[in-house]
Every structure is written in structure tokens, then in C-alpha cells.
């Protein structure tokens, strides 16, 4: 698997020890974007520890995904503050709009959607962020304009008139 | 040797035990579903609470896990326990309501209710391994700890998780021996008695011999169901169990892994 | 901007470096801060920055710009702020980049427009200095309040965020400035480990992490413990949803949180030191591990520091997203690189730790505190807050409230005061219905209640808890019995799912209050509820689980009648559980502008332009989108 040979690098930064299980996943979840199968099996090939250990980690911290995810992640918040102020509602207006449903990742790969919990910017709830940028005093309207500003094929600026143009303008 | 209050019974014992096997030295009973002599203690199931302690600063902990401590006063039976364990039962009667153990176990410690709804599937129909098992971790503790394979674990947290093979496929470290299936406290043989109506059985408290023998067959609650691989010659040693669970396992395991 | 690289040695030095971060703190030349916390970044600090920058450097001003941690005033951001040498500090809100580069074309005039709030001078808890920008009589600016007289500001005493929102958190000098780094010059080559124990036991310091427990006693209890190397780690996995105060004092000043370890370390005799920074708060992990550098070049941290003999290192870990790891049994396992399982206690961590070793793990805040009460005193210290509940706490005030912000009062201060003073009430002329504290551990406090003093033991009796400190303020139209069905969401995904009574506890929780929220619920449940919580809560292992029921307890017990509006009458009052309630529009008001036709998830508005719209019933999703829309209140909801 040519996609492995990235893997080797990352690998030989950290030492053999239990403790690095964690870092490494982190690395290989950044570079991948998920956490391939045969990259999993080479950690516990690494650390000497039973695959299902590698398994069990990879599937209890919400960081790790084991399915490719679309090419910008955005990130609802879900903290209590954004769910006072309609974070659910925005949560579920950005799983239509970026097409990702309940299933997390729209059918072509471009977004992929999740609830997170509490990003920290309580101040200024509800809240989402999508890769670096986070979008601020969100409502259902400033859904679209955000979600196709990150889209190849939708342009901004077919963006209905009506829907408030949103606070954040990154190109 | 520290010295401590068993129900009121001063008694000595042994430094580093744990309470549960200080309650059973002195047979006290404690009912358990996630304990077995040999493996280490994990905590999970619950039903082995105990209340350690007088007055407001008491507190009920798992027996199982508790180490003694010199002067300890310990209450295996006290009406908080008796809540506790009765409230957990209902709780496991809702959730695994086919397993006679557990059926049982409810008679025997006087629950009378279950006021939970059946989840989805239950009751009569097939059961949904991944929300009937009641992740006590034995088949996992044997699988690493006897068995020295390591070939299932627990995976995802919270709500998701389950036990699993990694990947939902059998693992090298797998040699099929069965252990977890023998470990399994509640997929011996299936309770049929309760209906929609109510998931409580309490047959036993009814009627003696308990539950007939026509009930045979019996679940497995690894997804896919781990018997449905294994190979011949070890089915004829468990015999109808396997049997039973093969057929069962047929019928709901799914045959893709989470991940395909 | 970054620091000198040469060893700290002696007090001699120290004084080297506070004078060389006095001329970047109190510069001779005009100077602009801009808020780059994770909120101030979120609000486009990043743009009025650039601005900023770009137009000192085109216009070849001799203006010094500086990035500045979060001072707290979350609902203005980004705040940008001037320093004209002999003139107050002024601050300015809700800054757009055009805006900005007015501000500085200004300069040396003080634009009164989309100005806040001035200060005349900073007060230092740290060594009770102040410095004053201006002759006092200069200290008045027309029409700008004072940060002292303010609401928000005025009641507040702030010693764990005594730095944030003045310094440049990137830069050492700036803390050396306003006396960073003398405790532990004090500590290390005037006290003995035991006297810096007794100063924090005579504090009355208590865990800031939520539980509450004595810090003196912790440290007494690693000092005496068995074992060695001795690990010291800091707590930064705030998990509390509704809570950042933690992420403020990360981001804003950094060495403040490596200080209080390394007197730590000292006291208890151990020599590394471990941060546990959730990988949520990327900003924060960056500037902790820059600290670090920093420390290490100035010999803050390494090899015997100050020359005293005593070596000490710190490095950051970052979590992987698992609110369970605020437990300091799990967030152990988690640093050993296993999942996030709490174990059973005792073996405490003090004992038996990472790597089985005696470790002590106290929160941000907890570490932030030890410098100021080395300096100060454990008696200075003690005489803040109430008679069991010492010194201040650290608030994230947020949800339905005017003023949003990071503050930080004594102990003892009432709820009203928090709300209504500080916060300023409930905005848009809605009523103050409950304050939500401690996270998913904690509970609803109503209104009605808002006389409490905010201490430990207080919020307890109150069915709630200190927790973290997040604060979330609940107007009329939230429904607590959705309130109660979010926190139990939360922690069914968030439990570990070891413990039987946990796991399964809080989804059947989930699955009743859901029921009661669709209107299916029945009055036995109320019971059920109840009994299944106080399972939960005396069945479980760690923390998360025995508090898991809180949220629901506490709903109950202050909103009962609104659980039985949902039984009885199928009814949710606050407008909220959408199984309860139908959208309509008013043909009168409804001038067919079509902007819900727009929004409408589920196409389910049908109208023909300038005529009245109707919502067909079978379509509507009920996500309120048109009602957030209209801007002629036409959509009516039942």
C-alpha cells in the first residue's frame, strides 16, 4: 500500500512505549485525516500491544475517525451555551445543507459534519468551525453562505439574497 | 490481617483482599455478574454493591474492586443495598430480558416491576446482540488474561460501545477456543417467558423445576456472532449450545464489520 | 517579540527582565492591543489585526501592535484597546477592520466613537502594585466610564486572571513584568518545601476543577506519599460544556499556570510536570508549549533553577476528545496511552498515580492561584471568599444574558449579583428563568433562588455544583425538560461505559425524558425518573456517573410543574420540544416577502409573492427557521 510508506516517517519519530499510542494515532489521524486499518495494525506492531487495545483507543476518543472524512471538517458546537441560543438547530440546518445527514460525511466527500462538544467560544454562541475558521452568532440563514464558501461548486455568491451574509469573509 | 465490621460481625482479614471475597469467606451473599475467581476484578456490572461506612459520609462501592482497610465497617445487606441492587436488576432485566441468569437473579432478590419499555427488537424477537449484552467483560478478561489471545475487545464509549473484534473480523490472535462463550453469564440458556407486557418473568418464584428444559436455545452477543466461525469438531464438544447459537448467530449477526 | 534567551540566575536578573518588560508593557510610543484568544479570533480578530498592522506599517507609525489574552468581555469582541503613554487606556468593541485603521489614523487623539470603556491604570494582585497611566487627575475621559465603575468590572477581584487581557501572553518579560516569576524565586531560595505547603494549607486554596477538595491536603498527601519520580500534572481538559475559563487563563498567561506547577513541584518533591490540554483548544496547546520554550531559555524551567538545586520539567499532552478524561483517574489511563476508564479510588492518585507513582493533579485555576499565594500569603489569601469556600472563582457567564464574559469574583458572591449586575439581566425584555452551573454534573438553579451565595458548599445543598464554573443563563424560552434531555445526550455519549448503572443508566434516563418531551410521558415516570437517578448516582464508579443525574434531579425538583405541562397537557411552555408545538402564519402580518419560503428545510411554506404564506403541517420540520426569518412576526408558534 503506497499510502503506508507515510506512515514509516511518522512512525519512527516516537519511541516504542505504550505512552505514544495517543500522539501517534493523533499524528496519523492529521495526515490521513482518519485512521487507515493497516496503519492501526503497524502501531500495534510498534508499541507491542494487541491490536484490539489500538481498536479499543482509536474508537473511545472522539478525535479518531476510522472512515475517511470529507475534505473540510466542520465542527457544531453543542455546547450548553450554543444549545440555549439554537446550536441544534444549527446543527441540523448545516447536515442538509452540506448534504452529510445523519451519517457525518456528505456523499461527495466534501464535508463532514459533527457535534462537538464546547469549543470554547460561549461568548459568542452558537458557534461552528469549519477546519481553522470558527464562525460565530450563527442562525439557521447564515448556514448556506458559510457551507458554500467552502464548497468548489457552489459560488457564494448564488447565495440567496435573503439569507444574512455571515459574519466571517476568508477566502 | 486488618480487622473490620462484616454486618455487624467483627472479622479478621486478609490484607488486600478484596470485600467481595471477604463477604463470600464468611458467606455472606453477594451476587455478581462480572466476577470470576481468576480474573482480575473489573467493576462493571455493578450488582456487588456494598455500603462501607456510617452516617452521612456512607457510601455504596462495588465489592468486587474495594480493597479492606483496617476498621472498615461494611453492611452487605442494608436496605440501601437492597434498593440498589433491586433498582439494578429491573434495569438488567429491561436490557437482557431472554437471559434466564438474570431472570433469576431478579426472582431471587425480589423484584416484582420492570418499569422500562423493551428496546427495539424485544422481546420474542431475535436479540440485538449490541444492546442485550451487558458488556461484563468477562469474555474479553478471559480472552487476554487465560487465554492469553487478547482477540476481543471493547470498543467506541458510552451508548456505542460494545464488545468487538477489531475491525469486526476475527483476529491471528483468535484460536477459536470458545472461552468467551463459556465466560458469559447471561448466554447460557434463554428465558422465553417474558412478553411486551412485561419483560419480568419471576417463572421461577411460580413454578418449580424452574423454567422447563424445552427453552434450549441459548445467544451469543459478539457481533458477528463468534460461533457462526467456529469449526466443526469443537461444536460437537459444546454440543447444542453452539448448536442453538450457531443457528441464532445466522439469523442476526450482520455479516459486514463496522467498517466495510 | 520573543524573549530574551539568557538564563535567569539571581533576583538580579529577574529585575533585568521585569525592567525590559515594563518599556514592551508601558511603552514610551503608543501602543494597540488587539484580544487574539480563541473567542477574539472567532469574532475576526485576526482581520482587525492585519488591519492594524498593515496600516502602522504603510503609514511608518512608530506604534507598537501587540496581541493581548481575553480580559474577559466576551460579548464586545474583538476588543481592540489604545495606550497613548500619560493617557488611559481605551477600549474599543466590536471592531471591524475599517473601523480599526480610523482608530489608529487617530492616534495620539483618543476616537470617543465605538469606544467603551477607558482605564486610568492596572492594579496587580500579584504584589497589590498599581500602576497608574495617567496623573490622576487626567484619569477621567468625557463620557467613558471607567473599567472599575463598570457593571461587569466592578465587583470583580481578579487573581487568576490577573494578567489576562494586559500582557502579551507570547511574550516572558510582560509576566516578569507584573511580578511573574518572583514567587518562585521566593519559593526556591527563601522557603523550605514544607513552609510553601503550609502557605497553601493556610490559603484554605480549594480544587478549582469542580470537587472542591483542599489542595494543601492533596500536596501534604503527595509530599508523604511513598514512591518516586513524584509527577505534578495540570488539569486543562475542561470538558464542561458551557464553560472556558480554563481556555482564558491557557491562552491569555501561560506562565502563571507553569509557576504555580513549579512551586508545586518544589513543595512535593517532584520533578516533571505534565499538562493535559484537550485538543479542542488548539490556540491554548500552542501557547502552552511556547511557554515552555521560554521558560526553558530563561532557565525558569530545567536544570536547577535559580541556582536552588531543584530541577524541573513540564510538557504538554494533548487529550484525544473524551469529556471522561476530566476525571483524574481517567485522564491518568489517558496519559499512559489507554482509554479514558476511571478506576476505583482509593488507590488515590496521590498514592498510586501515573505509572503507579504518587501524582498530584489539580486544575488551571488551582495552578494559577499558588503564585499569588506564595507572594501574598496564605492569610491574605484566606481573608477572600466565605468561611469554607477561600478566594476567587472564575465564571464563563453565557447563554441568554446581556453581557457575556469571563469574570472572576469572590466566593460568597450571590447569584443575583452575578446575573443581574454583572451580567445585566436577560436580554430582548425576556425573563430570567434558571442558571445552569457545574456542566453535566451540576444542576438548574431557578430564579427564584438567585440569593444563593456562590461558594461549594452552597450550590451542593442547592442540588448543583461549583464544577468548572460555567455559567449558563436560561431565559423563559428554554424548556428544562429539553434542558434535562441535552445534558443526558451528552453524558450517554460521554460516559465511559464501564459501569452498568452509568451507560445504560443515563440512556434510559435519555429515553424517558425524551419520551415525556414528545408528550408520551406519564406521570409514573416522574418516579421512575427518580428511582433510575438515584441508582445512577449511588451505583457508579467515578465522578462523571455519580453526578450524571444531577441535571435531571434538579430539573425536577425546581420545574416540576413543567414536566407535568408535558404529561398532562401535552404541552411544553417554553415553545421548545417540537413533538409539542406547530407553526402558523398570521395572514394578517404576513406580507408574502417569501424570505421563509427560502429557508424552509422541508419546503413546507406555500404562497404566492406579496400573498399571505401558509405552512402545510405534514411537511414542516419544525425547525424554526421561519420564525428566526420573519421579520414581521408572522409566524406564530403554539
Redesign the interface.
Known sequence: MPEMEAVKPLLAQFKD???????I??EIQAAFSYLP?EA?RRVARK?HV????????A??????S??PRGRHLVQVC?????????G??VL??TQ?ETGAGLSGTSPDLEFTVEP??????????P?MRVD?D???HL???KVRGIVNRYHPRRKPATV?K??ASP??VRS | MVHITMNGLAVEAECGSSLLEVARFYNFPIPTLCHEDGLNSYGACRLCLVEIGEGPKSKLVAACGYRVEEGMKVRTNSMRVQRARRLLLELYVATCPQSKRIQDLASEYGVRQCRYQPVDGQPGAPWDPKANCIQCGLCVRICAEQMMAGAIGFSGRGKSRHVARPFGMTSEQCRQCGACLYACPVCELRCQASTAESLLCNGCLNFSPVCFQSYSDAMCFLEPCHTCELSGPFRHEVGIKVHALHDAGQKVAPSTGELK | MISTAHRLVNLEDLHQAMRQGRDLLYPSEPKIMIGTATCGLAADAEEVLHAVREEVANSKLPYQVTETGCIGWCSQEPLLDICIPGRPRVTYGRMKPGRAREIVRAIPEVKREWALAMMPGDENTLNGAHVNYCVPHNGHMDGLTAYKDLPLFKRQLRIVLRNCGIINPDNLEEYIARGGYHALWHALRKHTPEEILNEVKRSGLRGRGGAGFPTGVKWQAVRDAQGEPKYVICNADEGDPGAYMDRGVLEGDPHSVLEGMTIGGYAMGAHEGIIYVREEYPLAVMRMKQAIRQAQDAGLLGQSIFDSGFSFEIRVVKGAGAFVCGEETALIRSIEGKVGEPQQRPPYPAQHGLWGKPTCINNVETWANIAVIVQRGGDWFSQIGTAKSKGTKVFSLVGNIENTALIEVPMGTTLAEIVYEIGGGVPNGRACKAVQTGGPSGGCIPADKFDLPVDYDSLNQAGSIMGSGGMIVMDDHTCMVDIAKYFLEFLEDESCGKCFTCRVGTQRLKEIVTRISQGEGKEEDLDLLQDLSWLVREGSLCGLGQTAPNPVLSTLRYFRSEYLAHIRDRRCPAHRCRELITFAIDPVLCNGCGACVQICSGKAILGEKKKPHIITQAQCTKCGACLEMCKFDAVLVH
Open positions: 512505549e505504550r505512552a505514544n499510542l495517543i500522539p494515532l493523533q486499518e492501526l508499541l494487541p491490536v484490539t487495545d489500538v481498536y479499543q483507543v474508537t473511545f476518543y472522539r478525535c479518531f476510522l472512515k453543542l455546547g450548553t451555551a450554543c444549545h440555549v441560543r439554537g441544534d438547530l441540523e440546518r442538509t462537538v462538544r464546547c469549543l470554547g467560544c460561549c461568548g459568542l454562541a458557534v481553522r470558527t464562525f460565530a442562525d439557521q440563514a440567496d435573503i439569507a459574519e466571517k
